[in-house]
């Protein structure tokens, strides 16, 4: 679905191992600048400590990206990426102040740029100014707004591109939010192409991670779909989700659960730190469910965690 998530979320993650598919699918031009035989290198570290004072609204996933130019020189490119997962009215000041306080840090010109990942379909946010007097600034940057592949679907199926199916994936994660059957139906065409597709074992798992994410079930429904990809590899006569993978995905429902309290603790008592955090992923399924329901009536963060 498109809950945010407090940490690392599976678009990060794909984002991290597929980065060049990635800004070739969806910043052709940003691409064909990129010298990609030096390599890149995530900041995150680096960006972390940029950003720390300035949180200013909750997305799907942040990057600072460090790669060489094609220019004959040793010309350096920093691409900020933002992947929003819902409407904020604070989102083209974000993108401002993480772009101007990048430029502070290496005074260099940074690259920003946006996925648009939320249902809203005319919300398009691109720049960002004000003009006092005679002073006037005005930034803007490029973003990518997913709702409109719905219309290119043909072109979806037929890229071998990951993050072609990455948008079949979150496209139908949006489709089908108030709607589990359906999301069931989808989730087995999704597995189905992917194992169709052209891509490796690897590719496939990874990417079947990011459809475990989006594309939640309810436990009766989960448990059905289990028994769907069993008997489909046995006719396959392939093994990409083996038993290992399907035991981590019944712990990555605990993880969701974890997730969704936090994000419930921090709409009640504001951003959570990471010690917090860490607590609530330590929890057990019971636990989980018991510190969701002291939510509704506990007046402190420590009362409903039991700290």
Not at 100 to 122: C, E, H, K, M, W
Not at 202 to 212: A, G, N, Y
Request: glycine share 4%; proline share 4%; charged share 30%.
């Amino acid at each position: 679905m498109t809950e945010v998530t407090p940490i690392d979320s599976p678009w990060k993650k794909l984002i991290e191992q597929y980065f060049e598919q990635f800004m070739e699918f969806f910043f052709s031009d940003i691409h064909a600048m990129i010298d990609w035989t030096q390599g890149y290198e995530f900041l995150d570290q680096e960006f972390q400590q940029i950003v720390r004072d300035a949180e200013l609204g909750k997305r799907l996933a942040d990057k600072l990206v460090k790669a060489w130019e094609k220019n004959g020189e040793p010309a350096i490119i920093y691409i900020h990426l933002e992947v929003q997962g819902q409407y904020d009215d604070r989102f083209e000041q974000r993108m401002y102040v993480y772009n101007y306080r990048t430029y502070d840090r290496f005074f260099q010109p940074i690259i920003s740029v946006a996925i648009l990942g939320d249902s809203s379909p005319n919300w398009r946010p691109r720049c960002f100014g004000h003009e006092k007097g005679e002073c006037r600034l005005s930034f803007q940057f490029p973003t990518i707004k997913l709702l409109d592949y719905k219309e290119r679907e043909t072109e979806l199926k037929q890229s071998q591109n990951p993050f072609a199916t990455v948008v079949r994936i979150h496209l139908k994660g949006l489709e089908t939010r108030e709607n589990p059957t359906r999301r069931f139906y989808w989730k087995k065409e999704l597995t189905k192409a992917l194992y169709e597709a052209n891509y490796s074992p690897k590719e496939v798992l990874e990417l079947f991670h990011f459809m475990d994410w989006m594309l939640r079930l309810p436990e009766e429904l989960a448990n059905q779909f289990d028994v769907f990809v069993t008997e489909y590899e046995e006719n396959k006569k392939v093994e990409y989700v083996t038993h290992i993978e399907r035991k981590g995905r019944n712990e990555g429902r605990t993880e969701g659960k974890a997730e969704m309290l936090i994000r419930l603790l921090e709409e009640k008592f504001g951003l959570v730190n990471e010690e917090v955090q860490e607590t609530v992923y330590r929890m057990d399924e019971n636990r989980l469910v018991e510190c969701a329901k002291r939510l509704f009536t506990a007046p402190t963060l420590a009362e409903v965690i039991g700290q």
